[in-house]
């Protein structure tokens, strides 16, 4: 009604006159993380943000910085879009688990050893067959070297090959928008150079603060929110499934409850965006750029 109206307004601009502005230096490391980011747009043109719940290296378990670090993102975000269109609504795909490859993998290449005919041009190699077939051992395993991208552990490298090839441009193969890769190790500022794992960096009291103040003081501005199992086996699918589930148990609004939709399979992520603009750690094609780590 209306009295409940003016009330809420009331209380949400109090909120942000107590909130706003937000110290970025208190989270830094939330905000070097890429842990929550706005990149693309969906199918309906609304906007679209990441959230991911796990992040190479343990997490400090700083709930409000995490929270600051949203809040943030949001309100810096919310006002560059609120200035070409005041009735944007926005897509938040929620990332329950480990990214995806960011690149496709290869198909295998065929390889063809060419007989080497006894004839003036390659008389050599006719009269010394040894070496063609070290010509031949050497391609092969090139080959298999090709199709080593199922590593779990190599999901995120770049194509030392690539980089090479592309050292004469001007900008370091590390940050070329089509190279650049903010996963791979010494990329984030947080991270060293030594090997890091996948950490859970959220938890339900986490969860359970964000759904509070984002259906409170941003009511309208959800269109969608998708819930997407990340990478792992069928027994953590299930996990990641019921954690989806017992996630949209906490929202109280039946209208924005409505909005929450939880996918089995990434691939269901392209009936909402499209690949062109999915970020590439969700199955896309889109690179993740450099302003999602600042």
């Known amino acids: 009604d209306l009295k409940s109206a003016a009330v809420r307004l009331v209380e949400s601009t109090a909120w942000r ?4 502005p937000i110290d970025a230096r208190a989270c830094r490391i939330e905000l070097q993380s890429g842990q929550f980011f706005h990149q693309g747009q969906d199918v ?49 795909i929620i990332l329950m688990g480990k990214p995806f490859h960011a690149v496709k993998k290869k198909k295998k290449k065929k390889r ?19 070496e063609g077939e070290e010509e031949e051992e050497e391609l092969t395993q090139a080959g298999a070297a090709d199709d080593d991208d199922d590593d779990d552990d190599d999901d995120f490298e ?86 989806a589930l017992g996630l949209r148990a906490y929202i109280s609004d039946k209208r924005t409850r409505a909005k929450v939709h939880i996918l089995s399979n990434p691939t269901e992520l392209l009936g909402y965006v499209h690949s062109s603009q999915l970020a590439s750690f969700v199955g896309g094609e889109a690179p993740i750029t450099p302003q999602a780590f600042e």
């Not at 006894?118 to 009269?127: D, E, I, M």
């Not at 441009?169 to 903010?182: D, V």
């Open 44 to 92: 309906k043109g609304n906007p679209v943000f990441y959230f991911q719940t796990m992040l190479l290296g343990p997490w400090r378990k700083n709930e409000e910085a995490i929270v600051s670090a949203v809040l943030h993102r949001i309100n810096t975000t919310f006002q560059e879009l609120s200035k070409s269109n005041p009735d944007f609504q926005c897509t938040v």
């Open 17 to 20: 006159g107590i909130t706003f």
């Open 158 to 243: 770049e194509n030392e090959q690539t980089s090479q090839t592309n050292n004469h441009t001007s900008q370091p193969p590390s940050r070329q928008p089509s190279l650049w890769n903010p996963f791979k190790l010494g990329i984030n500022p947080r991270l060293d150079s030594g090997e890091e794992e996948y950490y859970m960096h959220s938890n339900m009291a986490l969860a359970n603060t964000m759904i509070e103040l984002l259906s409170k003081h941003y009511p309208e501005r959800l269109a969608t929110a998708l819930l997407v199992p990340g990478k792992g086996g069928s027994g953590y699918l299930l996990t990641a499934l019921g954690g």
């Open 112 to 130: 063809k050893i060419m007989k080497k005919k006894k004839t003036k041009g390659n008389s050599r190699a006719a009269t010394h067959p040894e």
